[in-house]
């Protein structure tokens, strides 16, 4: 009897633990997943040689739907959870990416069998046999599934991968993609840096009165150059941020302003990957402090950046400044003080190198 009650036991404790895998619980894991681990298979995952299309085009133009099905076993592997759902992730984005699949969800291939028979304990997953395949193959409504498995050796990250026809198990595809990657080479890539030398035009206006006879004047945009430090990190390649410097005045053959300063801004770019289709664009937000003719103020941006040749770009936005009572240069028929600032556009060109 006791003996029993211990089989009883084991059988629902595995059945807890097959439930919470099977149903992707959100609980919070004791410990985080290795870094290492993360952005080993991040990276290569993000390589531009695994995946291609070049590899997919030529496969039966009749399999159209496939299914991700993980045949390795993730526990024993020591491959955390929210490392196994990245790369899982990954596959499925670089498979729609591709445009020649597409992929479905298969709650069934991530399901766990627990069965008591003769006495022992038997764990199985959905698909034991070729006939079994082919059964949840028509249950789910999949063409083929995508078997695939990660494993990892020292500094060396593996993926294997395998198109199995849904219909008569005939293996379609066959890769496997692999990265060594060090400490050191992880930190290079986790940051990568950049920096951009720009020159661009704001319309912000100033003023000026006149005295006597002379008319009110009025400064019409400036001129700016300057250069930003542009970092982005492996924990999300979409955002990057940038650190700039920029010189900002007006180059008008007059003299009666004599606009000069300094502008430090930081930066956040967003990829709008909804366009990509149509044009690379991205979209920034920015925030700086300025410094001019002993006067001072905050600096909003806002735009979108596009590509401009190999290493250029341009930005399109809007930026204001707050205006802002400041000194200009003497001249009898004018006062020396008068306003800069306000709303107005931002456009810019800039070389990374």
Not at 205 to 227: C, H, M, P, Q
Not at 315 to 330: A, E
Request: hydrophobic letters at 40%; a negative charge; aromatic letters at 10%.
């Amino acid at each position: 009897m006791l003996v029993r009650n211990i089989k009883l036991l084991c059988i629902g404790l595995l059945l807890s633990i097959n439930y919470a895998y099977a149903a992707e619980s959100e609980l919070p894991l004791i410990a985080e997943p290795p870094a290492t681990l993360y952005t080993g298979f991040g990276q290569l995952l993000d390589d531009d040689k695994t995946l291609v299309l070049e590899e997919l085009i030529d496969l039966d133009q009749e399999v159209k739907r496939i299914a991700l099905y993980h045949n390795g076993d993730r526990l024993h592997r020591l491959i955390p959870k929210q490392v196994h759902q990245m790369i899982e992730n990954k596959l499925m984005g670089r498979l729609m990416e591709s445009g020649r699949f597409e992929v479905i969800q298969c709650i069934e291939c991530r399901t766990t069998k627990v069965m008591m028979a003769e006495d022992e304990l038997k764990i199985s997953q959905a698909a034991e046999t070729n006939q079994e395949l082919r059964v949840l193959s028509k249950k789910v409504r999949a063409d083929a599934f995508m078997f695939w498995s990660a494993s990892v050796h020292q500094d060396k990250f593996t993926i294997n991968l395998r198109l199995v026809d849904g219909g008569n198990n005939e293996l379609l595809w066959l890769k496997e993609y692999s990265k060594k990657t060090t400490k050191e080479a992880e930190l290079e890539d986790f940051d990568k840096v950049q920096y951009e030398v720009i020159v661009g035009a704001w319309g912000i206006k100033g003023e000026r009165k006149g005295l006597v006879a002379a008319d009110d004047v009025e400064l019409n945009g400036a001129t700016v150059l300057g250069i930003r430090r542009r970092e982005s990190t492996g924990l999300n390649e979409n955002v990057e941020y940038t650190l700039g410097l920029e010189y900002f005045a007006n180059y008008s053959s007059g003299d009666i302003f004599d606009l000069s300063g300094y502008n430090l801004e930081g930066r956040i770019i967003a990829d709008v990957s909804s366009l990509d289709d149509v044009l690379e664009t991205k979209v920034y937000l920015g925030i700086g402090q300025s410094f001019f003719n002993d006067a001072n103020s905050l600096v909003f941006r806002f735009g979108f950046e596009f590509p401009f040749f190999k290493d250029g770009f341009m930005d399109f936005g809007v930026i204001y400044m707050q205006d802002t009572v400041v000194k200009w240069k003497k001249d009898t028929a004018y006062e020396e003080t008068g306003t800069f600032g306000g709303a107005s556009y931002d456009l810019t060109l800039g070389m990374r190198f």
